[in-house]
């Protein structure tokens, strides 16, 4: 109803105007040398109106040809930018699917249709790293990292492809300078960060790894490296206490801290940095550092005792007491020590990601490679090893 009014409206405005301009009196003359052109008001107006008309028109058919090259040069681009696109998405489908050669195959008709197209320098990279062509691989990825919101994915690509280059130093340390640069165009990236973290500690540069690592168990084990392989007795300290106050109940950390006290000739610290241990996580290597020094077998007993008492009745001090006092030939002391140890003698350093059994600490799994991961506990039975219960006899 509302537009049927307004339609109404206006042709009567319409209306309105032309029958007052059919209505205005006078004549129009216009010279054109020795001739002369002479018309009402309203047919003037009319022919005015006309020529206005004819000259928008001419001059946007001439318009319309000169832009169509443009125009057609345009189509047929976003038409090629179509074709390699739907290529380039051919090709992530058949690497999803493990197929690299059909990848490949995508990848080269993507870069036929747009050879400068980010989805296409991506798959085109990746392609050629499957393929092992590490020349081409870089080429593409490099292409890519210039773009502008794309940039990050051609980082990538580079440190991934130069990581998997295993044992190969300088091609570690052109990863780690390109991470450093990805860093830059994605500077919350969680997997850059952790990908640098493993490239400072594949070239055993602990320090760096630990600033990076955001995970407590990661770097207090990097902490501990770190603090093992400092320059100076005053920064392994720092390291190693930034290792406990990282994993207060991890020994090795304490073990760490003792070490860095006693290479800075700080002998008390270096004991007392053990009893701390002891308190905190009581473990065998705790104590062997702590009795290092002590020869005869009942003053190992005797400070064996002192270390136990800053975790009375914990199993591993009730299992130190035992050792101490059995070599000290005090054999009812350590029968009744032994009694309370239950079952200690079973504990190893075990990975909490994949369980597997080390013989001692280091800083990550060496199947699964986690970072921090190793827990001192009794490790879980081994399936293979499990004695099954034999079937029950068939009833009479």
């Not at 390699?84 to 493990?98: I, Q, V």
């Not at 747009?114 to 393929?131: F, I, K, M, N, Q």
């Not at 990282?246 to 073990?255: D, F, G, H, R, V």
Request: net charge positive; aromatic share 6%.
């Amino acid at each position: 109803m509302l537009r049927a009014f307004g339609f109404a409206l206006v042709a009567i405005i319409v209306l309105a105007l032309v029958w007052y301009v059919a209505t205005l009196p006078g004549h129009v003359t216009i010279d054109f040398g020795h001739y002369a052109a002479t018309a009402s008001t309203p047919i003037a107006i009319l022919l005015l109106a006309i020529v206005v008309f004819v000259g928008v028109l001419i001059v946007g058919i001439i318009r319309a040809l000169l832009r169509s090259p443009a125009r057609l040069a345009r189509r047929r681009m976003i038409t090629r930018r179509n074709n390699a696109d739907a290529a380039s998405l051919r090709a992530l489908s058949a690497m999803a699917a493990g197929d690299d050669r059909t990848a490949s195959n995508h990848a080269r008709i993507a870069r036929q249709y747009a050879p400068d197209a980010p989805l296409t320098l991506y798959v085109a990279g990746e392609s050629a790293r499957r393929a092992g062509d590490h020349e081409a691989a870089d080429a593409h990825f490099a292409a890519l990292a210039q773009h502008r919101d794309a940039g990050f994915l051609g980082w990538r690509g580079l440190v991934h492809h130069r990581t998997q280059l295993s044992g190969n130093a300088a091609a570690l340390a052109e990863a780690e300078a390109q991470a450093r640069q990805a860093a830059t165009a994605y500077p919350n990236s969680v997997w850059l960060r952790d990908q640098r973290v493993q490239l400072a500690v594949s070239q055993s540069n602990f320090a760096d790894a630990a600033r990076l690592a955001t995970d407590k168990p990661a770097r207090a084990a990097l902490a501990i490296m770190a603090s093992r392989t400092a320059t100076s007795g005053p920064l392994a300290i720092d390291w190693a206490r930034d290792a406990v106050r990282s994993a207060p109940n991890l020994a090795p950390a304490y073990l760490a801290l003792y070490a860095a006290h006693e290479r800075a000739g700080h002998l008390w610290r270096a004991q007392r940095a053990l009893v701390a241990g002891w308190k905190a996580a009581p473990h065998p290597d705790l104590a062997t550092a702590y009795l290092s020094t002590i020869k005869l077998p009942l003053d190992r007993a005797r400070a064996a005792q002192k270390l136990a008492n800053a975790n009375p009745g914990h199993p591993e001090s009730e299992a130190l007491l035992a050792q101490t006092a059995r070599a000290a030939d005090l054999a009812g002391e350590a029968q009744r020590h032994a009694a309370k140890a239950n079952g200690v003698a079973g504990a190893r350093w075990v990975c909490a990601a994949c369980e597997t059994v080390h013989p001692e600490w280091q800083a990550s799994c060496r199947k699964c490679g986690t970072i921090g991961s190793l827990a001192w506990i009794t490790p879980p039975p081994d399936p293979t090893t499990t004695t099954l219960l034999p079937a029950p006899l068939p009833a009479d």
